[in-house]
């Protein structure tokens, strides 16, 4: 990521739940996802204590966050 600051797309592993979601850089290159997380979270129905799988996808579109139930 280039940016200091932008949006960030999370879909599920079946692609029916996606969200938009921004993050911002910080000074140690670490990126921190600001808004929208627990929208996503809600929507894909996550619960505590189930196994999840986060993969990275750099695309023509950019990077994408996919979430995996395992």
Known sequence: MDADHGK???????????VTTRFIKGVDKRVTITRGRSDFFRQAHMKK?????????????GLRLIVYSI
């Open 8 to 18: 960030l797309p999370i879909t599920t592993g079946d692609g029916i739940t996606a």
């Open 49 to 61: 204590g189930q196994a999840y799988a986060f993969a990275f996808k750099c695309t023509f579109k």
